[in-house]
């Protein structure tokens, strides 16, 4: 069986380009990924950002499983801290209505974005600084008429709407072992971050497996591994787009966040000794290369950590780069479909 690959976008805004074309060409790449045979399809959510065009994952869902006929689509994923977990369950039951069976409801505990902006999304500081995820998750679950609200408590006659609609499969998103534990212990999904935590994902991974409970959703452990990719035809325009993201990731560090950098501002761009250190760091976070190159480091990768699958996250200068990446992948990892379509009937929104 082939081992299922998957894609991650954060609706990336190159340089000279606009939001609105970052977000049509998310649903080209969608489609181009569902024709190739890709499993799943998922949207991120980052606030306060100018790289990214992607603050509402469930809007950017309707719109990609409305323009996609079989890959699973969903959030990479909601950060629940930021939002009700009433209005998430209700979205996703409206989604999993309209797209029934295609819908993944992916949830992480981050802001996804910087402090000032999760007290502007959360409206206090007592909800900004509470540590209560697990008590969220409890009733998004409640919610889903998986577990019942105990006896007297506020929520306890409230029902989800539609009501005859089951809540999609839920994941819970992690770069460390809290998730880890979480998912476990809950029967949920486990997607782990290995672009953002690199080096725990062995050990997150080994704790979800180790303690993990059969639920009614899932009966045994599965685990999505999310990492950064930059692929191509050639060595020098992998070498190109991979120091644009690494600037890219350089000023996003630094405080001076912009759009995806171009390889020719990359090249351009002077270095300090500071920025040269954090410049390799951050290419150290990539598996970069030609399709072969990267098959065999992923693989490897598959291999240490035990993941049932891997998801990609589309980070890269050029919609039409981005295309030829999955392009690539789908025929090294021989998805079912890999040899549909030609490349050039897909072209970036202007």
Known sequence: MAL?????????IDAGSSSGQALHNTIKLAQRADALGYTRYWLSEHHNTSMTASPVPEIMIAHVAQAT??????????????HSPLKVAEGFRVLEALHP?????????????????????????????????????AELLAFAQEE???????FRT?????MDVQLPPIWLLGSSDFSAQAAAALGLGFSFAHHINPEFAVPAIRVYRENFQPSQRLSAPHVILTTGVICADT????EGLSQAMALT???????????????????????NAMERGMLDEARRRQIAGRPEVVKEKLLALVEQTGADELMI???MYGFENRVRMIELLATAFDLPDATSGPAQQITAQV
Request: proline share 10%.
């Open 313 to 315: 996250s589309a980070m």
């Open 4 to 12: 299922p690959l998957s894609i991650l976008d954060l609706s990336p």
């Open 249 to 271: 990731f350089l000023r996003l560090r630094t405080g001076r966040a912009a759009k995806i950098a171009s390889p020719e501002e990359a090249r351009a761009y002077q270095y």
């Open 158 to 162: 409230v029902k989800a709407t539609p």
């Open 69 to 82: 006929e079989r890959i699973h689509v969903g959030s990479g994923g909601v950060m629940l801290p930021n």
């Open 148 to 154: 019942e609200f105990p006896v007297g408590h506020p």
């Open 101 to 137: 069976g295609r819908i993944d409801l992916g949830i992480g505990r981050a802001p996804g974005t910087d402090p000032r902006t999760a007290l502007a999304l959360r409206r206090s500081r007592e909800a900004l600084n509470a540590d209560d995820f697990p008590e969220q998750l």
């Open 235 to 238: 060595d020098e325009e992998v």
